[in-house]
């Protein structure tokens, strides 16, 4: 019997994928390099499937699993980003592949490479891209999928894609939850849509990857002040945590954050999360986001300000020296009641600081989109990332609907609910930042998203200086309020006393 589905590449991720694809009723022919991955997976379905007859099949070269499967293929790659996508193409060819046939990486894959893929392998095999959120969970029960690239594909991959999605109750907004094995859920609007050309879905991907970094390092910043300032514990600030899921923070960030401070070192007895080197990694997505933002140029800085959170984390050993002999303010000690202040303070401050990231991240995918021509649906971004991803939230309901009312929405500060949500909140936020400033503890990405709301909402920024500044040492010339805008003009500053002469470029 021949298969429906080949795939490549059984790590964490793609053996919870091809898991996922069977309990759907896919017929998975897979292949690795690594042996051993092979004969987990077949064990794995062993143990898992009701049926007598073997859902997953194990193949030893790629000429086997293009043999196996029903033509013409369709080939789901779960390869690390980068050459290993490339050789693993390059392999396909060789054991040949068909001009028909459909390769769907589904790696953490630069968006650009993915372009570049397309056009490579055209006539070859159809290239799609379908970038992944949602962890080795998520891949197992439901991930948040981003499929991009050839529309004859897409009608191909939608039936597969949807089964395997996460799913979300239309109503509600929120995610239906089911971790049992065997028994996907089946109702519910599947958080998966299809994006655009290709490379737009993996662009739409790492734009949720640089606002998973904010949103982390949000709720880490909110748990230092917490820490250093407040004086709470790990299960305290748990508890906090916890509170705040049941409200307009529910997400699963602050969830799971909230788990990894509760958690006990069997060792020592001690909060696991204090025995843990306080030195962040990276693999790429967060700085990708970062460099797009500057070379789009559409501000981002509290995305940015994430991934710099990291750089700056992993300069231990300098730290370590540095606070022995820069200092910061002296410690204050608060009430009770101060502090109960402090922490609604915080809780404020991460909900507006949030809603910045987003709007960071919407901006940059619509100036992207804008660039590259994708025609990008933010209302269906929103919808695919209620469930499923790592940065679901009830939130994201809110988003779908601010751009379900308005599709040309410049920002989304400002939507009226959000405005309004940050007009109730902003005075505590600022309390929040201000506090965290005098005390000496860093918040580089809460204060960037309050820069960056003031900035967006300042009708007159000091470019105007920056202008004559740049006008003085360079003739870089300005535009003139009182004249038509485009018009150029340049002064001679150096003359102090002379009338301006004003010099069309
Ligand atoms: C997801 C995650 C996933 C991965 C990140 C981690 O959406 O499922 O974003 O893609 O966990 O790449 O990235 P860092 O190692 O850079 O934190």
């Not at 049992?180 to 655009?196: F, Q, S, W």
């Not at 959170?309 to 020296?321: C, G, M, Q, V």
Request: glycine share 8%; hydrophobic share 40%; proline share 5%.
């Amino acid at each position: 019997q021949l298969c429906d589905i080949g795939f490549i590449g059984l790590g964490v991720m793609g053996k919870n994928l091809t898991l996922n694809l069977a309990d759907n009723d896919y017929r998975i022919a897979c292949f690795d390099l690594d042996q051993t991955k092979i004969d987990a997976i077949i064990a794995q379905d062993e143990k898992e499937r009701t049926g007598d007859s073997p859902r997953v099949v194990g193949c030893h070269s790629y000429t086997e699993l293009l043999a196996k499967l029903k033509k013409p293929c369709l080939i789901v790659l779960s390869v690390p980003a980068g050459e290993p996508v490339d050789h693993v193409c390059h392999h396909l060819i060789d054991a040949g592949i068909g001009a028909d046939d459909i390769v769907v990486d589904t790696g953490n894959s630069l968006w650009t490479d993915s372009v570049e893929r397309e056009k490579q392998y055209k006539g070859k095999f159809i290239f799609f891209s379908t970038a992944v959120s949602g962890g080795e969970v998520g891949a197992r029960f439901g991930p948040s999928l981003m499929p991009s690239g050839d529309p004859y594909a897409w009608t191909r991959i939608k039936p597969v894609w949807e089964a395997v999605a996460a799913k979300v109750d239309p109503a509600s907004g929120k995610p239906i939850e089911s971790n049992v094995p065997g028994k996907p859920v089946k109702e519910g609007e599947p958080c998966a849509a299809y994006i655009g050309p290709v490379g737009a879905g993996h662009y739409v991907k790492m734009v949720h990857n640089g606002i998973e970094y904010a949103d982390m390092q949000l709720i880490c910043e909110a748990y230092q002040i917490m820490r250093d300032g407040l004086g709470m514990a790990a299960s305290e600030i748990a508890a906090t945590f916890r509170e705040w899921n049941a409200g307009l923070l529910n997400s699963y960030l602050i969830e799971i954050s909230a788990e990894v401070l509760d958690k006990v070192d069997e060792e020592t007895g001690q909060p696991l999360v204090d025995l843990i080197l306080d030195k962040a990694g990276q693999k790429g997505t967060g700085l990708w986001t970062a460099v797009s933002a500057l070379q789009v140029g559409s501000p981002a800085q509290t995305i940015t300000q994430a991934v710099f959170a990291r750089s700056i984390s992993s300069l231990k050993s300098e730290r370590t020296k540095a606070a022995d002999v820069l200092h910061g303010p002296a410690k204050v000690t608060l009430s009770d009641e101060q502090k109960q202040r402090a922490v609604q303070n915080l809780h404020d401050a991460l909900y507006c600081s949030k809603i910045c990231a987003y709007a960071q991240g919407f901006q940059l995918m619509a100036m992207a989109s804008k660039e590259q021509g994708w025609k990008l649906d933010f209302a269906q971004i929103a919808k695919i990332w209620r469930a499923g991803c790592i940065i679901r939230a009830v939130f994201l309901q809110s988003i779908t609907q601010a751009y379900e009312q308005n599709d040309n929405l410049a920002n989304l500060l400002l939507d009226p609910f959000f405005a309004s949500q940050i007009q109730s909140f902003q005075g505590n936020w600022r309390h929040a930042v201000a506090d965290a400033t005098l005390m000496g503890i860093p918040c580089a990405a809460m204060s960037s998203a309050l820069n960056y709301y003031d900035s967006y909402r300042c009708a007159v920024l000091p470019a105007n200086l920056l202008q004559g500044q740049r006008d003085y040492f360079g003739a870089h010339t300005f535009e003139r309020l009182d004249k038509p805008q485009g018009k150029k003009f340049h002064v001679e500053w150096s003359q102090p006393g002379q009338p301006q002469v004003a010099i069309k470029r």
